[in-house]
């Protein structure tokens, strides 16, 4: 390949998780680098799990110096409160191989990574990072290095001076930057980071891009974004803060324009990567009706075999948005309404005013419209938010199985992280002098106690202790509600498992229903295990070439599962 003629910017993707995820942010910097005379070039680790060492060393010396190396973090952790596997030493590992082969300096991003920056920037010995959306940021951060101006200046920065001082520029929003310790939890639009206009440029085969074909034809799914951002509270939600507190909406026509990309190329399962599709529901409508219109006026477009897979929220979703949705050729809806009881979503699933949204009915309707319309629904409740009791879990699993969705799905405990309501809410409590009831870490040796940003020297600090314990041990922290029925000493042990709840959501499911339903489970507890990370149901599926949402096939897994085991058995 020959060199390339403008300044080089090398994007690295550390995700290696499976089923893979597309990169999708690696494709929207590409366009944005693209468009202001960058050559742009991604490096990617997801399938090379074993060898990513020789693969970046075969990199870095067959390519020119590059002018700056972003590292794209997806996910700190696994999110998933029954394994807790954490991702960032080996993210360390693989910036200190970078490190060795290449004196360019290095800036990190990702929604993952938005949700503890300081603390990323820190850990990962980072020269510079970027909170929320990056594209705007990172052009802008490449412009100044070529010029050789001081970074410092690029609004909305993260620079890292050492020894755990890091700090943010100022930025265009109204609201003060995050950067002084008391400000930490300032919520911010950060919409002015956001490309609108454009139509980000997918790509399938070129050896250094994203390949959105490879990632479809393993992990059987592409994405699309037709906004950035999210107005909402909800408790439990990062993305306000890690996204911003604003809509981003990308133009209609550049949303479709890419989707028929997607499509030419042969990604025909597309999901939403929107915090939730119906929310501005007046664009996302507007985003439809352009998929339908171009499908009736051109019989030939690709945009006939789209597969939309969304997420939503119980309200808005009304007949014609269902109506549109069936239209456009939406397979399944990933319904979230997160629990069952008023008096526990009063104060967690709100707006930015602190008011609820929607109702329970809300939900049954958003399930009946995709039943109406022939498509799948999974309903999603998340267990052990402030208040839980078996008594209120049980009324959950029970109001949600008699739904009748496609899939229930029930995930037990929540992962905390400092700038969500939650996270703030623990710190609140916890004061830096008690163990707040409910916070538990599988991997913990002590007390879990977290300060709130006033009482921390930096946010660096501040961020750690919802990833690290005091002497430096990995230790993320989770909330189990300590009113589910687990014994005294697992709620005294801040590493205590909430396992008695876990037997109990299983024993009130009857085994009839088991197709129909996910449940938690322990690692090797069950086959049926719902954790998205490397998951051995998920993989049979991609090998066999299933397509689509990997849930919308829940209710065949035991077929599925025994179809892999003889094409295993038919190939040895």
């Excluded at 390339?4 to 994007?11: A, G, N």
């Excluded at 360019?104 to 503890?116: E, H, K, M, Q």
């Excluded at 967690?348 to 049954?364: E, H, N």
């Excluded at 996270?423 to 002590?446: C, D, I």
Aim: proline letters at 7%; aromatic letters at 8%; one cysteine or more.
């Amino acid at each position: 390949m020959t060199a390339p003629t403008s300044p080089l910017i090398t994007l690295i993707n550390p995700n290696k998780v499976h089923p893979p995820i597309t990169p999708y942010a690696l494709d929207v910097l590409t366009t944005e680098l693209e468009q202001h005379g960058y050559t742009a070039e991604v490096v990617d680790l997801c399938f090379e799990r074993d060898s990513w060492p020789r693969l970046l060393e075969d990199y870095f010396t067959s390519r020119p110096p590059p002018l700056l190396v972003g590292f794209s973090v997806r996910n700190t952790d696994n999110l998933y409160a029954q394994q807790q596997r954490v991702f960032l030493p080996e993210h360390r590992e693989i910036v200190r191989k970078i490190r060795s082969l290449t004196p360019a300096p290095l800036v990190g991003g990702g929604v993952g990574f938005s949700a503890t920056p300081f603390a990323c920037v820190d850990y990962l010995g980072l020269d510079f990072g970027v909170k929320g959306p990056g594209e705007r940021v990172l052009v802008d951060l490449a412009d100044r290095l070529s010029r050789r101006e001081d970074p410092a200046l690029v609004p909305g920065l993260l620079v890292n001076h050492g020894d755990g001082r890091v700090t943010r520029s100022a930025t265009p929003d109204p609201d003060t930057a995050l950067g002084a310790v008391g400000e930490v939890g300032v919520r911010q639009s950060r919409a002015w980071q956001v490309d609108t206009a454009s139509a980000y440029t997918r790509r399938s085969g070129d050896r250094w891009k994203v390949d959105n074909l490879g990632y479809y034809e393993r992990g059987g799914l592409g994405n699309i974004l037709t906004k950035n951002g999210c107005p909402y509270a909800c408790a439990h939600c990062v993305e306000p803060d890690a996204k911003g507190t604003a809509f981003a909406k990308r133009s209609v026509h550049a949303v479709v324009d890419e989707l028929t990309e997607l499509l030419d190329q042969g990604v025909y399962d597309v999901h939403t990567a929107d915090s939730e599709f119906n929310l501005a529901i007046a664009n996302s409508k507007a985003v439809l009706r352009e998929i339908v219109r171009r499908k009736n006026t051109t019989p030939g477009s690709s945009l006939h075999r789209l597969r939309l897979w969304i997420y939503a929220q119980p309200k808005p979703f009304d007949e014609e948005f269902a109506e549109l949705l069936a239209a456009a050729g939406c397979a399944g809806v990933n319904v979230a309404p997160d629990h069952v009881r008023d008096d526990l979503l009063d104060g967690w699933k709100v707006t930015s005013k602190g008011t609820r949204y929607y109702t329970w009915a809300d939900t049954a309707h958003a399930v009946e419209l995709c039943r109406k319309y022939g498509m799948a629904s999974l309903v999603e409740v998340l267990a052990g938010m402030p208040g839980e009791t078996w008594q209120t879990l049980r009324e959950a699993m029970d109001r949600t199985l008699a739904l009748d969705a496609t899939v229930a799905g029930f995930s037990l405990g929540l992962r905390c992280f400092p700038y969500q309501p939650l996270g703030l809410w623990l710190a609140r409590q916890s004061a830096g002098v008690r163990h707040e009831p409910g916070t538990q870490s599988n991997t913990a040796t002590e007390p879990i106690v977290l300060r709130t940003a006033e009482q921390c020297a930096s946010p660096v600090e501040y961020e750690r202790q919802f990833l690290f314990q005091p002497d430096g041990a990995l230790r993320p922290v989770f909330y189990f509600s300590p009113g589910l029925p687990e014994d005294p000493d697992t709620l005294a042990d801040p590493a205590g498992r909430r396992l008695r709840t876990v037997e109990l959501m299983w024993d009130h499911v009857a085994p009839a229903d088991y197709p129909r339903v996910m449940l938690p489970t322990a690692p090797g507890s069950s086959k049926d295990d719902n954790n998205y990370a490397d998951n051995p149901f998920l993989a049979a599926l991609t090998a066999l070439g299933y397509r689509g949402a990997f849930w919308a096939k829940w209710r065949d897994r035991e077929s599925i599962i025994a179809e892999a085991a003889r094409a295993t058995a038919g190939t040895a």
